[in-house]
């Protein structure tokens, strides 16, 4: 069991994925320089209730642990970060909270890869990437479709998974995921389900 600093977040984050934030409140800071002064590690998780600003929030118990990759202070005493997911956690307990929330850990186990997988990491890819392309009509995608990714193929089908035009709740189902196996499944799922709502989502062109 590990102790984190942890950063409750309005979006998840899934191992292999790119987190950039924009750090300004007090307690935050705080916890970036402890964290900077150690192994660079710290706990991501989603907020089920609440805000990310000004605490009081409820949050799951699945999260990553993310690992800083860069750092760059403002002007204005912000601090610019940009951290990747690594191993995902469960939370055992979540710790008072002194000058910023901490909680005991317990790592969950990493999904192991087989070669019958790779036809199935094919097709969701090519899924995930048409989708990106879908969505790039309709408004400015986050992440280009001909995006590189890693090639470890478990990194790979998280970064897929990280990718795909999903919302928070979505992704942190995915964080679930038991197996390679279900997590491409559900991520070819959910992408393709997500693209036909995409025309509910958005308002009728001007007659």
């Given amino acids: 069991m590990d102790t984190l600093p942890m950063f409750p977040l309005g979006?998840?984050?899934l191992p292999g994925n790119l987190l950039p934030l924009q750090i300004f409140e007090p307690r935050?800071?705080?916890?970036?320089?402890?964290?900077?002064?150690?192994?660079g590690r710290f706990g991501v998780v989603l907020i089920e209730r609440g805000f990310e600003v000004g605490g009081g929030d409820q949050r799951?118990?699945?999260?990553?642990?993310?690992?800083?990759?860069?750092?760059?202070p403002t002007a204005d005493g912000r601090v610019r970060?940009?951290?990747?997911?690594?191993?995902?956690?469960?939370?055992v307990t979540w710790l008072?909270?002194?000058?910023?929330?901490?909680?005991?850990?317990?790592?969950?186990?990493?999904?192991?890869?087989?070669?019958?997988?790779?036809?199935?990491?094919?097709?969701?890819?090519?899924?995930?990437?048409?989708?990106?392309?879908?969505?790039?009509e309709y408004r400015a995608p986050l992440w280009s479709p001909d995006v590189e990714l890693s090639e470890d193929p478990v990194t790979r089908s998280w970064q897929l998974a990280g990718i795909a035009p999903l919302g928070a709740l979505d992704q942190l189902a995915l964080l679930r995921s038991s197996s390679v196996e279900e997590l491409l499944e559900r991520t070819?799922?959910?992408?393709?389900?997500?693209?036909?709502?995409?025309?509910?989502?958005?308002p009728d062109d001007p007659a």
């Fill in 11 to 13: 979006s998840a984050l």
């Fill in 28 to 39: 935050y800071l705080t916890m970036l320089r402890d964290i900077a002064g150690g192994d």
């Fill in 60 to 72: 799951f118990a699945i999260g990553t642990v993310a690992s800083i990759e860069q750092l760059q």
């Fill in 81 to 91: 970060l940009l951290a990747r997911g690594e191993e995902r956690f469960e939370v």
């Fill in 96 to 136: 008072p909270e002194d000058q910023y929330p901490r909680a005991d850990v317990r790592r969950l186990p990493d999904l192991e890869w087989s070669s019958e997988h790779t036809t199935r990491l094919a097709d969701t890819e090519g899924i995930v990437r048409r989708a990106l392309v879908v969505v790039s």
């Fill in 188 to 202: 070819a799922q959910m992408t393709t389900e997500a693209l036909d709502l995409l025309p509910l989502q958005l």
